[in-house]
């Protein structure tokens, strides 16, 4: 299902370089046999990594790039010296047409500005979107944007909800998720202008999106939706708060390993549970930049081969899937539907 | 110190009236003897009370009042026919100035709204602002708006500022707490217009206050500063994340105790120290109304004696301070330092 579908790599990004990215690819190749690989960067060290990896060879091919976006580097300084980087080569390849998705575990502000200037986004939102995987309990939901776009009016919070539920769908193999829109009640009346109307123009039905109205900050947790909408700003907000919650409770569970045997254990446990779902909070995994024109997925810095894999799974996805048009679809409706809420213009003559 | 400094009470306040209120109050007035009481109520319902707490009744005196604001009812409907209630008349105590604050563990809604229209605002927010003592690794951050004033410009973000640091002086005894704004990170050019404006006019230094810039979510539970400031829908968003995050914890762990007799105990002891997390988060144990030309705390619905204790505690803490005038002050530097924003307009004359 997946004939020789060509996925982009950027070799050199994150803490560790080829070393973790190239078995990272292997995972991926052995996992979904029809995928082949751009790998960009240092040949000597890609194919010194690939030697340990019978069988992989003939499914790669190594683009050679001298240098590599640093991961402290700052996005403005990425752009202006970003070019012949494994980075810039990797999403060019995707401009280029001859990969369908482009995978980097690489500097997140460098790759969401490089991302943007090469492909350019697909919709009027300003910057790639960052999408977080929040955990619940029955299952994960979508939440973005996390972080990109602080400030957003009704119809860039209506293009989230286009983007979020296209990509839950493509991600999660589910025919119709539900959308809401994150909020301080669940009443029509409440919240601030911009939520209130991008709730009108959703509820309007002219999207062929399952949108079912707002949803609270506690209810992030309980899958209430499978898509939560919400700017930027309180997006970040509520997901750094979420992981401050788990890192505070972590602790306190902490002072319980000076208890009793009983209480070290259960602590133990609970703790390593608490592990999980702060890893499970981290955006970084395997996080698509939504709203581009291509598919960029990106690791966190101290991706593991596991999570190159991941997100090697979650390109491939996303390039295979009906996404794209998708979103093409819906937004098409936005503009007419924002055209409706303008009168049109009179004509003078009778 | 408390000496004969009179708490207006609404007795009928809660889920259970009388005989959880009148408790409460015995318990307040037992730690602090110089408290007096005005008891608003059902007159008959509150001496049965009474009678159970000897030495209490010299301490109290009695307004009865025939109606109650129902738990449930709208605030408009509670404004229309509030007039008589004992949560109206409890408030009227201070404006009156027979009391130096009220209390009550009524409809918060009904609360604000009445007090609101009793009292009316002395600062330019718009309603009662709702403050939550949120828990950290060492003690709690004053944290506001959590809910009340959704839409605030940069002026009302230092407003909140004012009045957050003034009450945590007032309630934590502390000479000179640090304040800081909630923000997606701790650049100056993060963060929305509003955010960026509130921090350059507290920067200023017109202010009597330690202001120390920006905080992101998970800072919240780490105590970086002594009060943090953010608009009322973030802050409700943050708040009700963080509950989730704690239910949804307290769920997983709950799962432990499928397991072994050693990590029964020790679920339990976690579980035991998450509730005692979430019930710190609860906005309504002991939340002062701020803003308002007058103290009024509430309680929540559920109180327990000791809540309403602990209430009536930081009523009377409050009405003993300085918050007020401190308040005045800073509101006086505001407008100076917002009208050195705008150029004073020219004379024509030469």
Same mark, same amino acid.
């Given at each position: 299902?997946?004939?020789?579908?060509?996925?982009?790599?950027?070799?050199?990004?994150?803490?560790?370089?080829?070393?973790?990215?190239?078995?990272?690819?292997?995972?991926?190749?052995?996992?979904?046999?029809?995928?082949?690989?751009?790998?960009?960067?240092?040949?000597?060290?890609?194919?010194?990594?690939?030697?340990?990896?019978?069988?992989?060879?003939?499914?790669?091919?190594?683009?050679?790039?001298?240098?590599?976006?640093?991961?402290?580097?700052?996005?403005?300084?990425?752009?202006?010296?970003?070019?012949?980087?494994?980075?810039?080569?990797?999403?060019?390849?995707?401009?280029?047409?001859?990969?369908?998705?482009?995978?980097?575990?690489?500097?997140?502000?460098?790759?969401?500005?490089?991302?943007?200037?090469?492909?350019?986004?697909?919709?009027?939102?300003?910057?790639?979107?960052?999408?977080?995987?929040?955990?619940?309990?029955?299952?994960?939901?979508?939440?973005?944007?996390?972080?990109?776009?602080?400030?957003?009016?009704?119809?860039?919070?209506?293009?989230?909800?286009?983007?979020?539920?296209?990509?839950?769908? +493509?991600?999660? *193999?589910?025919?119709?998720?539900?959308? $809401?829109? %994150?909020?301080?009640? /669940?009443?029509? !009346? =409440?919240?601030? #202008?911009?939520?209130?109307?991008?709730?009108?123009?959703?509820?309007?039905?002219?999207?062929?999106?399952?949108?079912?109205?707002?949803?609270?900050?506690?209810?992030?947790?309980?899958?209430?939706?499978?898509?939560?909408?919400?700017?930027?700003?309180?997006?970040?907000?509520?997901?750094?708060?979420?992981?401050?919650?788990?890192?505070?409770?972590?602790?306190?569970?902490?002072? +319980?390993?000076? *208890?009793?045997?009983?209480?070290?254990? $259960?602590? %133990?446990?609970?703790? /390593?549970?608490? !592990? =999980?779902?702060? #890893?499970?909070?981290?955006?970084?995994?395997?996080?698509?930049?939504?709203?581009?024109?291509?598919?960029?997925?990106?690791?966190?810095?101290?991706?593991?081969?596991?999570?190159?894999?991941?997100?090697?799974?979650?390109?491939?996805?996303?390039?295979?899937?009906?996404?794209?048009?998708?979103?093409?679809?819906?937004?098409?409706?936005?503009?007419?539907?924002?055209?409706?809420?303008?009168?049109?213009?009179?004509?003078?003559?009778?």
């Amino acid at each position: 299902m997946t004939k020789s579908l060509v996925i982009s790599v950027d070799a050199m990004g994150g803490d560790h370089g080829p070393s973790v990215v190239v078995p990272g690819v292997a995972q991926a190749a052995t996992e979904a046999g029809g995928l082949r690989f751009l790998l960009h960067g240092d040949e000597t060290a890609i194919v010194a990594e690939l030697a340990k990896h019978a069988g992989l060879k003939d499914r790669v091919e190594i683009r050679h790039a001298d240098r590599v976006v640093a991961m402290d580097e700052k996005p403005a300084q990425a752009l202006r010296r970003g070019k012949g980087t494994s980075m810039w080569a990797a999403i060019e390849s995707v401009k280029g047409g001859e990969a369908a998705a482009a995978v980097s575990a690489g500097n997140t502000g460098a790759l969401m500005a490089i991302s943007l200037l090469i492909l350019r986004m697909s919709v009027d939102v300003e910057r790639p979107c960052l999408v977080v995987q929040w955990p619940g309990v029955s299952g994960v939901t979508t939440v973005l944007d996390v972080g990109a776009n602080v400030d957003c009016d009704a119809e860039r919070l209506v293009e989230f909800a286009i983007l979020g539920e296209a990509f839950h769908r +493509a991600a999660h *193999g589910m025919a119709k998720p539900t959308v $809401g829109l %994150l909020n301080v009640g /669940s009443e029509e !009346m =409440k919240g601030h #202008e911009e939520v209130r109307q991008a709730n009108a123009i959703l509820r309007s039905g002219k999207f062929d999106i399952d949108y079912r109205g707002f949803v609270e900050g506690d209810e992030l947790f309980q899958n209430k939706v499978d898509v939560v909408v919400t700017d930027g700003f309180t997006g970040n907000v509520a997901l750094k708060t979420a992981e401050g919650a788990a890192r505070y409770i972590g602790g306190e569970l902490r002072g +319980a390993l000076t *208890g009793s045997l009983a209480a070290k254990l $259960g602590a %133990l446990l609970a703790r /390593s549970g608490l !592990m =999980k779902f702060r #890893e499970k909070l981290s955006p970084d995994a395997a996080a698509p930049l939504l709203g581009l024109n291509g598919v960029v997925v990106k690791s966190h810095g101290g991706a593991s081969a596991r999570d190159i894999a991941a997100a090697i799974r979650m390109a491939a996805k996303l390039a295979q899937s009906d996404f794209a048009t998708e979103i093409e679809r819906n937004m098409t409706r936005l503009t007419a539907a924002v055209a409706e809420q303008q009168p049109p213009a009179v004509d003078g003559a009778a």
